[in-house]
């Protein structure tokens, strides 16, 4: 349905050091880079466009760090992952690079039997999500 998504943050040097790391182990990597403009577009290696884009702004709007879910716009991106163990990799990518944990990785079976996924905020306050529906692998 979406074609793409773009997100504001504050400080696009360290957003951009965040996501290249983050969405690296997801398998996404940056298509496109405008430094004079400070906007990336992240997507699947080989992929027509990027589907996920930042961009350096004065008011990204967020859930902002510290602050209660349901404080903020309630905005949340979830990126599909190729396995669980990329989940995982998500995960510990992100704490790494300065994100709050918002949920561990793990099986979600509200959702559906094969729900696996971890959330974090990231240093902008951004709520991410990455998800594997796929059964455990072997």
Known sequence: MMDHVSIGVRDYAAARDFYDT???ALGFAPLVVFNDYKVAGYGAPGAPAPCFWIGD???????????????GPGQHFCFRAPSRSA??????CAL???A??????GLRPHYH????AAFVID????????????????
């Open 123 to 138: 240093p902008d306050g951004w709520r991410i999500e990455a998800v594997c529906h796929d059964p455990e692998e072997a």
């Open 113 to 116: 039997p094969n729900y696996y």
């Open 100 to 105: 709050v944990d918002n949920g561990p990785p």
């Open 22 to 24: 983050v969405l690296a």
């Open 96 to 98: 790494k690079k300065g």
């Open 57 to 71: 702004s004065d008011h990204p709007e967020t859930q902002g760090r510290g602050k209660p879910l349901g404080s």
């Open 87 to 92: 989940v995982d990799s998500f995960y510990g």
